[in-house]
């Protein structure tokens, strides 16, 4: 009887904690915005802002996809273009674009990417953020441009 609940208790937590099962909400303002049912897919533009957990993302355009699981509609990905500015708790973003997937938790800004927190900033044409783990990868782009770091007093 022990084993059965705690069988039952691992699987109920499971449920409870999985991303698939457990639906996010997601609200998301704009000038204008189109739906294309076929696609899955929503585009969202002018003065877009999107609100998803702790986390705030402003930019000219997004589109949305989205898939349906145990008959709700929950986000699969997301990209952003023209003046991409996320916020989190912690931390801010800027990007000429930014893409997110949900199933992976990874959002990766290109162009003119920044990060910072109160104690560090980070530069690069491509920076790669996990969400869930908080792993940061930082890349040069085409243009050459160093990757950049400064953290301490100067980064204020």
């Not at 609100?51 to 997301?78: C, F, P, T």
Request: glycine content about 8%.
């Amino acid at each position: 009887m022990k084993n059965r609940l705690l069988f039952f208790g691992l699987c109920f937590a499971l449920l409870h904690f999985s991303p698939i099962a457990y639906a996010e909400t997601m609200t998301v303002d704009a000038d204008r915005f189109e739906l294309f049912q076929e696609d899955k897919r929503a585009d969202f533009y002018g003065h877009v802002v999107v609100h998803r957990h702790d986390m705030v993302m402003k930019a000219d355009k997004v589109k949305v996809w989205y898939q349906e699981i145990d008959g709700k509609n929950e986000l699969k990905s997301l990209d952003a273009t023209g003046h991409v500015m996320i916020t989190t708790k912690v931390k801010q973003g800027s990007a000429d674009r930014a893409t997110f997937e949900a199933g992976s938790e990874l959002l990766v800004l290109t162009g003119h990417a920044q990060v910072k927190d109160e104690n560090s900033v980070l530069e690069g044409e491509v920076i790669e953020y996990h969400t869930a783990t908080e792993n940061i990868k930082v890349l040069k782009g085409k243009s050459g441009k160093q990757v950049q770091f400064t953290f301490g007093e100067e980064a204020k």
